[in-house]
């Protein structure tokens, strides 16, 4: 007499809801970000007039919070949907964009260390292009007075900087109140003042350029960027390990879960 033993034919209810709940606060994530850019767009009437969007020559932070909202709505979708459904298609999807995009990061971080100094220039070019948009969306102005106050900086490599702004450029013939000026980020901050002063940057380039570092701070954000990823090259070590370690635990919980699906059907 022979006897047979039968495999459980039954998908691990384990990997199953693992997969499930890793996914689901990416899913509700990747909402909640699409529902900030698009109230974002709301409040600055681009919903009204979608021309606008085309219209900016500076880089508008709302696109950024969408594209990652969409990306992690998607992948949160394939894979909540994917372990509950016990979808092969959606669980594959699921974790080759995963892998594509940890490809991708590794890329990035090699080419920006090889390439040092076409990656400065291609920073500096861009935060000088925005310097030139700074008063055409309030958002790309929000991003950039918090960049220069958090880091102590002023314009890409300098305060002159500014001069390729259309309100605060020194030509003769510019009319703007805020000519030979810098945005109120740039000023030094006195703890002492309760209310803040927007117009403290108004003429300071006016001044002998010596006497600057008495209204403003005069090192630009591209060099103070350089000074800050050395003081804080463990944090920024730390983030990178923790979004690979995520990133390596959807895949392992994805392709395990394949295989066990794929167990299962094969004893059907």
Aim: glycine content about 6%; some cysteine.
């Amino acid at each position: 007499m022979h006897y047979y033993r039968y495999e459980n034919a039954e998908v691990s209810c384990c990997y199953k809801y693992l997969m499930f709940s890793y996914n689901i606060i990416f899913w509700l994530a990747g909402a909640a970000f699409i529902a900030i850019g698009f109230w974002a767009w709301s409040e600055k009437g681009v919903l009204l007039d979608l021309t606008q969007v085309t219209r900016l020559h500076g880089f508008d932070p709302v696109w950024l919070v969408l594209l990652v909202g969409a990306i992690t709505f998607i992948l949160g979708f394939a894979g909540c949907v994917g372990a509950l459904r016990e979808n092969i298609c959606l669980l594959k999807f699921f974790s080759g964009v995963i892998g594509l995009i940890f490809f991708l990061e590794l890329t990035a971080a090699v080419l920006a260390f090889v390439f040092q100094d076409n990656v400065r220039e291609w920073i500096n070019d861009f935060f000088l292009a925005n310097v030139k948009a700074y008063r055409e969306d309030i958002d790309l102005q929000n991003l950039i007075d918090s960049l220069q106050k958090l880091n102590h900086c002023c314009g890409a490599k300098e305060p002159d900087d500014w001069n390729l702004n259309a309100y605060f450029n020194c030509t003769n013939n510019n009319p703007s109140r805020e000519r030979c000026g810098v945005p109120f980020s740039c000023c030094l901050s006195d703890p002492a003042d309760s209310v803040l002063n927007t117009q403290c940057g108004y003429d300071v380039r006016k001044h002998l350029k010596g006497d600057w570092i008495n209204y403003i701070y005069i090192k630009g954000c591209i060099p103070a960027l350089e000074e800050w990823l050395p003081r804080n090259l463990y944090i920024v070590a730390g983030v990178f390990i923790i979004l690979s370690l995520l990133q390596m635990m959807g895949i392992f919980l994805a392709r395990t879960l394949i295989v066990d699906i794929e167990k299962v059907k094969f004893n059907y």
